[in-house]
């Protein structure tokens, strides 16, 4: 009897110790997923990416280079030279950014130092800033045209610039969004012949300018000098009028000539005493 319980107590006793020794024997057994160590993969060297990949993730900025970005075609990274480090919570992106001064000088002097103000993407470069940015601003970039506006006061000292320019910067206006022209079958295009747009009561009457515009203002000259049968028809409005409004002197390309005795021309001092009218010489037909 005494033997059985001291066998039970053993059993017990081994059971216990069991229970004990069995925990931590399951436990050390070795977990399958800890990764192994593999060398072999990292026998490759990366390339850095290509410009091409920048482009299938960020396809946007690549258009907008490829098509508008003018001589900011060239890798991403001589501008980002830092990029992927975006990092909200140190609020970096600034930081990163790429700075126009990296490359450019401020090229239109010292007041215009904040680029992307008016080159609001800088992917595409070619991309005119808006005229509304620049609106009153105009002059400090074009200080001669702004010049000429006021030293030569016209009805287009009172237009605005951007007015005139007013599609995209850059953009030239034609006359005829505002004006009629001198006669009838008048191509635009040759407006400016006359008229320096910024100054345009100083009238160039210099070369080969188109003679029928006077006609829209001096229609009974111009219809008697071109039908008169003296050899002054043959002589051009402006080679006589060399300025607008101006009156040339007979002697200036006759003298008097030798037939004119010193006697008469003490007479009748005035060629056109004469000669009466100098658009329509009287002649012998
Ligand atoms: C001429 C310099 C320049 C080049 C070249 C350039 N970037 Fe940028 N990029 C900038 C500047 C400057 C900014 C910051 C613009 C801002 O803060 O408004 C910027 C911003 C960005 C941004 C973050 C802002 C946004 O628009 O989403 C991304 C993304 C980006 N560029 C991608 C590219 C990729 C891709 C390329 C090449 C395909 C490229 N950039 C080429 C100057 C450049
Ligand atoms: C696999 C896709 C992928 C590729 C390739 C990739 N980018 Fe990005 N890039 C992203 C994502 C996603 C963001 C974060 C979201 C965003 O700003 O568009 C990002 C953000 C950026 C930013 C702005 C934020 C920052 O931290 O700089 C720049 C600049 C940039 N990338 C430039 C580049 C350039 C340059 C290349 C090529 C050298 C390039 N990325 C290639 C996916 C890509
Ligand atoms: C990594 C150098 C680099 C950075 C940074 C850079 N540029 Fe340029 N940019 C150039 C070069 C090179 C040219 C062509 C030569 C020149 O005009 O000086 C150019 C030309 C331009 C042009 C004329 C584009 C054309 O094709 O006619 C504009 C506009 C311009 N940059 C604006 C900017 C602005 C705005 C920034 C800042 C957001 C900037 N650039 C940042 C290098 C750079
Ligand atoms: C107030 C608006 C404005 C600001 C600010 C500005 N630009 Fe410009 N920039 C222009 C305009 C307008 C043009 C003419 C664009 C065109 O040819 O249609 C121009 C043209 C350019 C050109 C090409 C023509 C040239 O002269 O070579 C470059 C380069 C340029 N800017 C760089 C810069 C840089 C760099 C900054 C900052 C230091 C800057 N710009 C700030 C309006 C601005
Ligand atoms: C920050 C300087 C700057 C400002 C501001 C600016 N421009 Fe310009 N503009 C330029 C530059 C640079 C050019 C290119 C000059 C060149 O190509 O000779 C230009 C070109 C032009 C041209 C075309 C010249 C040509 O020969 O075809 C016109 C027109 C013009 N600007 C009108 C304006 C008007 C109107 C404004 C105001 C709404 C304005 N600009 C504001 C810098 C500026
Ligand atoms: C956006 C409108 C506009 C455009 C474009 C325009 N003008 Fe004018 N122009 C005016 C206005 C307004 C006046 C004053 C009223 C009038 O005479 O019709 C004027 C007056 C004139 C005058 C008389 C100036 C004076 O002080 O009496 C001449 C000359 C003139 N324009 C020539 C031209 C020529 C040439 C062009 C094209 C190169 C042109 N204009 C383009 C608006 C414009
Ligand atoms: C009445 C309309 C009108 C007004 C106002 C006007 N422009 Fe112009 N501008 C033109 C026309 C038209 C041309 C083209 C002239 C040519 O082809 O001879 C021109 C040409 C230009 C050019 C190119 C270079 C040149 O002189 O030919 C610049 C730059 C310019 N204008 C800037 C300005 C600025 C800056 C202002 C204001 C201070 C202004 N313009 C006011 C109509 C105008
Ligand atoms: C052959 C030179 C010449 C050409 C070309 C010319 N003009 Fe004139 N324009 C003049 C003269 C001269 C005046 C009178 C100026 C004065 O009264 O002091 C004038 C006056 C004007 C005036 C102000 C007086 C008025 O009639 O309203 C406008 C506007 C004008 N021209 C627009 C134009 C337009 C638009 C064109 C092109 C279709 C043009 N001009 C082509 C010489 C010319
Ligand atoms: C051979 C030189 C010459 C030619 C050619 C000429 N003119 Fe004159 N023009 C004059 C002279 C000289 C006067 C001053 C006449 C006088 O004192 O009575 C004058 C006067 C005028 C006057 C103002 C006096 C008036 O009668 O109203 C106008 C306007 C005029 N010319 C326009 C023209 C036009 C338009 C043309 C071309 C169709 C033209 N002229 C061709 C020399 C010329
Ligand atoms: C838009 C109308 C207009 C056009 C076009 C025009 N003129 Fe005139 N012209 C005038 C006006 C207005 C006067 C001033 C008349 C006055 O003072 O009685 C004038 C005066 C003159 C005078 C001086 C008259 C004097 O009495 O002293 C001459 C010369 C003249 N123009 C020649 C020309 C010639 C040449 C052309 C063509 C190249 C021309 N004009 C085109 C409007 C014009
Ligand atoms: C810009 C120069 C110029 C001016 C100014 C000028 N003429 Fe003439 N004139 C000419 C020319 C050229 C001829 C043709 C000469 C020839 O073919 O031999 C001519 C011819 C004449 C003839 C001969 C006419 C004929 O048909 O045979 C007379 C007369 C004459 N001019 C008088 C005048 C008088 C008077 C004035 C001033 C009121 C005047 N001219 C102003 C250039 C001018
Ligand atoms: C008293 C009248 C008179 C006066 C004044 C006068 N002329 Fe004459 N002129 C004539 C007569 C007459 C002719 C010869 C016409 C003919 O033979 O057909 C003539 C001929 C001309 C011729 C033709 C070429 C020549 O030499 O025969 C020219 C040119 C001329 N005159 C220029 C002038 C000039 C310039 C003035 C002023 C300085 C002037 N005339 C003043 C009467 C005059």
Wanted: hydrophobic share 30%; net charge negative.
């Amino acid at each position: 009897m005494f033997r059985f319980r001291v066998a039970i107590v053993t059993l017990i006793i081994f059971c216990c110790v069991g229970v004990v020794f069995a925990a931590p024997t399951q436990q050390s057994t070795p977990t399958p997923n800890l990764p192994q160590q593999n060398a072999e993969l990292y026998a490759t060297d990366p390339q850095p990416l290509t410009l091409e990949q920048c482009g299938q993730c960020h396809p946007q900025h690549f258009q907008g280079i490829k098509q508008m970005g003018g001589r900011h075609q060239f890798d991403c990274r001589e501008c980002h030279t830092i990029f992927h480090a975006f990092n909200p919570r140190r609020d970096n992106y600034t930081a990163i950014m790429p700075q126009c001064s990296q490359c450019h000088v401020p090229v239109h002097g010292n007041k215009f130092t904040r680029c992307l103000a008016c080159h609001q993407n800088p992917h595409m470069a070619t991309k005119a800033p808006a005229v509304q940015i620049m609106v009153n601003i105009c002059g400090e970039c074009h200080s001669e045209q702004k010049r000429q506006l006021v030293a030569a006061p016209s009805a287009h000292t009172e237009v605005s610039c951007d007015s005139c320019h007013h599609t995209e910067h850059g953009s030239i206006p034609s006359c005829a969004e505002c004006h009629e022209p001198h006669f009838e079958t008048q191509e635009f295009s040759t407006c400016t012949a006359c008229h320096d747009v910024h100054q345009p009561l100083i009238i160039a009457m210099g070369g080969d300018i188109e003679l029928q515009t006077c006609s829209g203002c001096h229609g009974d000259i111009y219809t008697k000098w071109s039908t008169t049968a003296s050899k002054h028809g043959q002589v051009r409005c402006n080679d006589c009028h060399d300025r607008h409004k101006q009156i040339p002197q007979c002697q200036d390309c006759h003298g008097i000539p030798d037939n004119h005795s010193a006697k008469m021309m003490a007479r009748f001092p005035r060629c056109l005493d004469c000669h009466l009218d100098v658009h329509d010489l009287p002649v012998k037909r």
